[in-house]
């Protein structure tokens, strides 16, 4: 089994910063990729920012220069940096994972963490 544990959100006024982090653990062979989605109420889930095992990132035009997502291989942990943070980025965000389990298969999985809420006052 694997688990992704988010930690870092909170009540922040606009303008401020708010880091988040998501770490896993678990049967983990290897991570191919880690990202965080968001979703606003009566929204769709959203990708925010991916970043493969590589280094490699993927950031939404929205939040880019204001987010930066990073990952720390051997710990297993993606961050995700928020500044200059408006009441649009009010949302629960939520961290995904694209891992192997173990060396007896070369299937890949996506999980999912239970989500942090992230809200933005005016």
């Known amino acids: 089994q694997v688990q992704l544990v988010e930690s870092g959100g909170g009540l922040v006024q606009a303008g401020g910063s708010l880091r988040l982090s998501c770490a896993a653990s678990?049967?983990?062979?290897?991570?191919?990729?880690m990202g965080w989605y968001r979703q606003a109420p009566g929204g769709q889930r959203e990708l925010v920012a991916a970043i493969t095992r590589g280094g490699s990132t993927n950031i939404v035009d929205s939040v880019k220069g204001r987010f930066t997502i990073s990952l720390d291989n051997a710990k297993n942990t993606v961050n995700l940096q928020m500044n200059s943070l408006t009441p649009e980025d009010t949302a629960v965000y939520y961290c995904?994972?694209?891992?192997?389990?173990?060396?007896?298969?070369?299937?890949?999985?996506?999980?999912w963490g239970q989500g942090t809420q992230v809200t933005v006052s005016s």
């Open positions: 995904n994972a694209d891992i192997r389990g173990d060396i007896w298969s070369p299937n890949v999985y996506r999980y």
């Open positions: 678990g049967s983990i062979l290897s991570i191919n990729a």
